[in-house]
């Protein structure tokens, strides 16, 4: 029976969109060109969102895939997702000033890839093959890490030696195949050592939660990200997992189908870690407009954290601001002996 007006809703996900992580590498680009001028050179997406590069763009982000394509000297900047020490060692050959946008918590597992190598383990490392943060922390220990992208990549994995093996992952992946990758590595692997805490970001389960609270009572889901979002692409394999009966992952408003409508009376609406609110706003204006006007949240966890900006960014910011009040203080002491008697008052 297809829905009446009346019965249409949309439950909206919360938490959704930006994650600190991914508000900190937008606002350090901005910041940086702001502080540097334009170009601003950014290697790779700074994050994975079609509407954010473009928007960057336009106030004079310059997006390469390469850092050889940054002309020598310039400013280039490292997305959210993390590079490899080669990387930064190229940039050095080069004589780039880099801004390391990495997130922190990717930052996290390249650390315990470190420790984990200094200490002869074999690390296997859950996530999906050619995906930056993959690239990055492989990067850090290519002599110890082991590829497996997925439950059945299980079978062909091999170590040296089973009592030292650890896994880590990609802190982007879907929670529950996590997991279940997981558990065949330690049927594979009884002595299996987990990370000291979990790789997959807070924003990425926070999410998947929501998705899961809401799936089982919506026809359709939507979420907003893009293609080559791996949080974003997870969330519409959640949102069929608990039970949605269909899902859709959308860049803008504009590319829903409204075939998807037929017969739905409520619409589950999320969106991705790297996604902007205001591409959210557009989709649920979308909606008012076809009768979805009543709006129901649905909480799943509250969100504080923040993370500073990048530590080169913070230096060069806190030097302007101590020029400018040096600036200032010599123009109010030029003033006052030019005007000695000023102060006196009459």
């Known amino acids: 029976m297809t829905a009446t ?4 809703r949309v439950l909206l996900a919360a938490p959704r969109g930006y994650c600190a992580g ?18 601003v ?16 763009e336009r106030k004079g982000a310059v997006f390469v895939d390469k850092t050889a394509e940054v002309p020598e000297g310039s400013i280039v900047m490292f997305s959210a997702h993390g590079v490899a020490p080669v ?12 801004i390391d946008a990495t997130c922190p918590l990717v930052t996290k597992v390249h650390k315990e890839a470190v420790r984990f190598a200094n200490e002869d383990y074999d690390i296997l490392l859950i996530g999906h093959e050619g995906h930056e943060e993959v690239i990055g922390t492989s990067g850090e220990a290519p002599d110890h890490i082991t590829l497996v992208d997925g439950p059945d990549d299980v079978d062909k994995v091999e170590v040296r030696d089973e009592s030292k093996v650890v896994w880590l992952s ?32 807070y924003a990425t389960q926070n999410r998947q939660t929501a998705v899961k609270q809401m ?35 959308v860049d803008f408003a504009e590319e829903i189908d409204e075939a998807w409508l037929e017969g739905v009376a409520t619409v589950g609406l999320t969106s991705g870690a790297s996604v902007p609110e ?15 006007q009543d709006v129901e949240l649905v909480k799943a966890a509250e969100e504080s954290i923040t993370f500073s900006l990048p530590k ?18 010599a123009v109010a002491a030029g003033s006052a002996s030019a005007h000695p008697g000023s102060a006196s008052g009459a």
């Open 5 to 8: 007006p009346a019965a249409r």
């Open 22 to 39: 991914v508000d900190r590498a937008v606002i350090a680009v901005e910041k940086a060109l702001e502080q540097y001028g334009a170009p």
């Open 41 to 56: 050179y950014v290697r790779h997406e700074i994050v994975h969102n079609k509407y954010v590069v473009q928007t960057l």
């Open 87 to 98: 990387v930064h060692e190229e940039a050095a050959r080069r004589k780039l000033a880099t």
């Open 170 to 201: 990609q802190t982007t992946l879907s929670v529950d195949e996590t997991m279940e990758t997981v558990d065949r590595l330690k049927e594979k692997f009884p002595q299996l050592i987990s990370p000291p805490s979990d790789d997959i970001c």
């Open 215 to 249: 799936g089982a009572d919506a026809d359709l889901v939507i979420v907003v990200g893009s293609k080559n979002s791996s949080n974003s692409v997870r969330l519409v394999e959640v949102a069929l997992g608990a039970g949605a009966r269909d899902a859709h992952l």
């Open 278 to 292: 205001i591409l959210v706003e557009g989709v649920l204006e979308w909606l008012s407009q076809r009768g979805f």
């Open 312 to 329: 080169e960014l913070r230096r060069d910011l806190r030097a302007e601001a101590a020029a400018l009040v040096e600036r200032a203080e």
